[in-house]
């Protein structure tokens, strides 16, 4: 035992220092023209030399620090208690739902602009989330390309409006039906395809239509992306301080209120809580319908599922559509709140944290989802003091939080129907 | 009602039904027997359209339906089980057959968003047909357990009634006696027996449990080493020699 531990000490401290010499100790320095490499100084050789006894010391006694985590008393005082009934569940979810929306109309007054755009973001990607969840999480189908559908969403938005001047109300559902459009051809011809496959196949589409937008420069402007994209109007209203459309007139001219540039950005939250309020609801619907019952079903035994007369491709289908569709709506939204995209919006990096926050929050559960799409869009933002090693940071919370809870935040409980006692 | 002529089905090499020739007409209970591994659940897996064959025709209802997708044939009217109890675990027993009824459910998305009263009335219509046979099946109490915490032949039966609900014409059991007990085995003998006679569902049934074949069969066809060796009525099939000498005798 104890030999091995040793050799696997060993082994591991090897390796730390064969991956943070380099990285630390090797720098690239400019000489006149050219580049040259210089060596570690004293100071970081040290450092790497302690983190690897670090390491090594934590290896070789790695049973016994862990026994003493484990005696550590439960710090959860949820563990201990037994499952709740459904109609409970149920309850306190909702007292959930509308406790954080409430919150979320009331927070634009109380915090300030910047606070204010961080969570018109949160929300973005609180839709994101619940779209990709229906994918991932109840129809199981790993889609590593689901930024692709928010590109749709958003360039849609951001070309009519060049293009033919229509306003963010009418491109909203345009851009939903179009990203819901590509998911259905994508969908059509991968989708028999499954598990790893189709992760490899969805990460190329959402590669595919960025590398597009990146070149089809006439259309799109290439990676100069397009700018001048409209604000959401209320009833003809603009939110500027001088109107830009004839016959529009001005928000703060209308109420007889002094200009002021946050109730643009107050407006455009309370857009996308209610269209994230929105999708909360129509998936919520879904996941009780017979269509969600398809996706859990093939999810769970898709050879029992076709026996039964279900369509593999007809029901994927539609989860995929509908994961798409939302996507839409949140790009549409997101160019909107820019004013300005390019293809870097919309980079592999996205479908990543959107997955991210699927699977942080627990595949196929609502309130998790939520709750970890809020934490992984803020815990940047406040960990900015850290500069450079906030993305680290970041990426040490996601290793810790599936080592210790790789069910996610808020594993999902099925909503079941019941049958009721005959009355 | 089914009619299987020359069914053959080749992996690579290996010829693994041969020529097999199965029917089965209304009200009527077949059965596939044959020592393991002569290519029964084959056969199965080419009627339910699980394999595309490689030979022979089936027909259903006088319609040709070799090399038809697996979900189109089950809409037809011919729904089967599992040699191995396929249900969805996770759900609840009740759910399982709302999941089964989804052909009579699925009207489009917006009704079902929307509630419209002829959605609701589906929906109840369809509690109501899943109440009706886990009653029939004797699953009533347990209908908002989850489906994987029943015992095993409770799962057997759940898996009839899920079969049951999507209102099929042939039913195709694959080995439904297996893993259940003596009184078990009975139970499913009546089951079996009263689907035909109340429903008037036609069964096709692969089976080792000979006492169980036996008895509930109207004819039977005998299969072994991929090859048809025989077929006729129980009485028939118990005294040919062929047979005994490469199934009953070993048994």
Wanted: proline share 4%; aromatic share 10%.
């Amino acid at each position: 035992m104890a030999a091995h531990n040793l050799k696997h000490a060993l082994f591991c401290a090897i390796i730390t220092i064969i991956i943070a010499y380099p990285i630390l100790g090797l720098n690239l320095v400019a000489q006149g023209t050219s580049v040259a490499l210089e060596g570690a100084t004293t100071a970081t050789v040290i450092n790497v030399f302690l983190a690897a006894v670090a390491v090594f010391l934590f290896q070789l006694f790695r049973d016994s620090i862990m026994g003493v985590f484990g005696k550590v008393p439960n710090l959860n005082p949820m563990a201990k208690r037994g499952p709740i009934s459904q109609e409970r569940r149920l309850l306190m979810e909702r007292v959930f739902f509308v406790a954080i929306i409430l919150l979320a109309l009331v927070w634009p007054f109380i915090v300030s602009r910047g606070a204010v755009d961080l969570a018109t973001l949160v929300l973005i990607y609180i839709m994101l989330a619940l779209g990709l969840n229906v994918v991932v999480g109840l129809a199981g189908l790993l889609d590593l390309g689901y930024v692709a559908f928010y590109a749709v969403g958003a360039y849609t938005f951001a070309l009519l409006s060049q293009y033919f001047g229509i306003s963010f109300w009418l491109a909203l559902p345009i851009g939903a039906l179009l990203a819901a459009l590509f998911g259905f051809v994508l969908g059509f011809p991968v989708l028999r395809l499954r598990g790893d496959y189709l992760a490899i196949v969805t990460l190329g589409f959402g590669e595919i239509i960025r590398i597009l937008l990146n070149n089809w420069t006439t259309l799109t402007g290439g990676p100069n992306g397009i700018g001048g994209i409209p604000d959401p109007t209320l009833f003809g209203m603009e939110f500027g301080r001088r109107v830009k459309e004839e016959g529009n007139v001005s928000f703060h001219e209308t109420f007889g209120i002094a200009y002021s540039g946050e109730h643009k950005v107050i407006f455009l939250y309370l857009i996308a809580l209610v269209l994230a309020v929105f999708t909360l609801l129509v998936i919520r619907r879904f996941m009780r319908m017979p269509v969600g019952r398809a996706w859990e079903a093939l999810r769970e035994d898709e050879i029992a599922a076709r026996s039964l007369g279900m369509s593999r491709t007809a029901v994927k289908l539609s989860a995929f559509t509908i994961g798409a569709f939302f996507a839409g709506f949140a790009g549409t939204v997101f160019a909107s709140k820019q004013g300005f995209i390019s293809p870097e919006s919309f980079v592999f990096l996205e479908s990543a944290i959107i997955l991210a926050i699927v699977v942080l929050g627990g595949m196929g559960s609502q309130v998790g989802v939520i709750l970890a799409a809020i934490a992984v869009t803020i815990l940047p933002e406040l960990a900015r003091e850290f500069s450079e090693y906030r993305m680290l940071i970041f990426g040490a919370a996601m290793v810790l939080m599936m080592v210790w809870r790789p069910q996610g935040l808020l594993p999902m409980r099925r909503i079941q129907i019941e049958l009721k006692e005959q009355g | 009602m089914l009619e299987v002529q020359n069914l053959s089905m080749r992996f690579g090499g290996l010829l693994a039904v041969d020529q097999v020739s199965v029917d089965v007409r209304e009200h009527e209970i077949v059965s596939i027997i044959g020592p393991n591994g002569a290519g029964k659940t084959t056969v199965f897996n080419c009627i339910s359209g699980f394999y595309k064959p490689t030979g022979g025709k089936i027909l259903f209802q006088g319609q040709e339906i070799q090399g038809k997708p697996d979900y189109k044939i089950s809409r037809l009217g011919m729904v089967r089980t599992f040699q191995h109890v396929r249900l969805f675990s996770k759900m609840t027993v009740v759910e399982n057959l709302l999941v089964a009824q989804h052909r009579h459910l699925n009207t489009n998305l917006l009704a079902g968003l929307l509630k419209t009263p002829d959605y609701r009335e589906r929906e109840k219509k369809s509690l109501e047909r899943a109440r009706y046979w886990l009653d029939r099946v004797g699953l009533l109490e347990m209908a908002n357990w989850e489906a994987g915490n029943l015992a095993y032949g409770q799962q057997r039966r759940l898996e009839i009634a899920r079969c049951m609900v999507t209102e099929p014409q042939l039913l195709m059991l694959d080995e439904p006696a297996a893993g259940l007990n003596p009184a078990e085995t009975k139970e499913l003998d009546q089951l079996i027996v009263s689907l035909k006679e109340d429903y008037n569902v036609s069964v096709l049934l692969i089976e080792h449990d000979m006492s169980l074949v036996m008895g509930i069969s109207d004819r039977i066809n005998v299969i072994n080493q991929g090859r048809p060796l025989a077929s006729g009525t129980p009485e028939e099939i118990r005294q040919n020699d062929d047979v005994i000498k490469a199934y009953l005798g070993e048994a």
